[in-house]
């Protein structure tokens, strides 16, 4: 009724058998046939760390292969807790940003405290005043910058490109709970559509969708069909969701924050480049 027996129900079940009657009269039979053995995805030392990372505390954890699709490791609710994705979502919001060629990442903001909306403040956290380039401003997170740029895209075009990332969509894996954005004329003013750029208001996502979001730009802009079912090396199907352009000027900016100065920077491995992005 859960986890992988849940997801790989199908695969297993196998064709089950029985007689067929009219009267006394038998019309056909067939012998019950046993599925044959699956793999699945998931890595037993990756499960294992994700478990241990988590430690017990309430959350989720979700690691993948952006190639193959495979879910390599889950741990929590990382499957089924939805709840606002917060910053993790300018992801989205720059790409859609991006694309639409209303920024670049060396435009300069000016560095703020708060960005007023419709007569209402959104605060950066600790009401830090933080701006400056694009890259940086990502890599600092500026809710300042963000939460304006995502009102200047507007409520449509934020919408698509949510769902573009896989927002509004069944995930493909039984038990996974489906990302939601409201439609855009939902969203309403700047306020409604600024707030949900920095992911916050009624956007709602797990820990799933925001490592297909991050796995979408690792693969160059195309978001890989998740399974739980072992891929070798076989490339996932994927579905565009932004150029390829878009998706190498994401990645720099999600290395920059895990690297000194950013939001991330506790997530460093040394020898190794490290991309992602920080959320409350």
Do not use: H, Y
């Not at 994705?85 to 708060?114: H, N, Q, R, Y």
């Amino acid at each position: 009724t859960s986890g992988l027996e849940r997801i790989l129900n199908d695969q297993l079940s196998g064709t089950p058998g029985g007689t067929l009657r009219a009267g006394n009269r038998v019309i056909g039979r067939q012998a019950p046939r046993q599925a044959p053995p699956v793999k699945s995805s998931i890595d037993p030392e990756v499960q294992a760390a994700a478990v241990t990372a988590l430690a017990g505390r309430s959350g989720g954890a979700v690691a993948l292969d952006p190639r193959t699709g495979e879910v390599l490791g889950v741990s929590g609710v990382g499957f089924s807790g939805l709840q606002p994705p917060g910053s993790t979502f300018k992801i989205i919001t720059v790409s859609g940003a991006l694309e639409a060629g209303i920024t670049k990442p060396d435009a300069s903001f000016p560095a703020e405290s708060a960005a007023v909306l419709s007569g209402v403040r959104l605060e950066n956290s600790f009401g830090e005043s933080c701006g400056g380039t694009l890259v940086v401003s990502f890599a600092k997170s500026c809710n300042s910058v963000f939460a304006p740029l995502g009102a200047k895209l507007g409520a449509e075009r934020l919408v698509r490109t949510a769902e573009a990332f896989g927002f509004n969509q069944a995930p493909g894996l039984a038990g996974a709970a489906t990302p939601t954005i409201p439609q855009a004329a939902a969203l309403g003013d700047d306020l409604g559509v600024g707030s949900a750029a920095i992911g916050q208001g009624a956007v709602q996502a797990t820990a799933l969708t925001m490592a297909t979001v991050a796995a979408t730009i690792a693969d160059g802009g195309r978001r890989p069909r998740i399974t739980a079912l072992a891929a070798g090396d076989r490339p996932a199907p994927t579905t565009s969701a932004v150029s390829a352009a878009t998706a190498r000027k994401v990645e720099r900016m999600m290395l920059a924050v895990v690297r000194p100065g950013g939001t991330g920077s506790s997530a460093v491995i040394t020898g190794v480049p490290v991309a992602g992005k920080t959320g409350t």
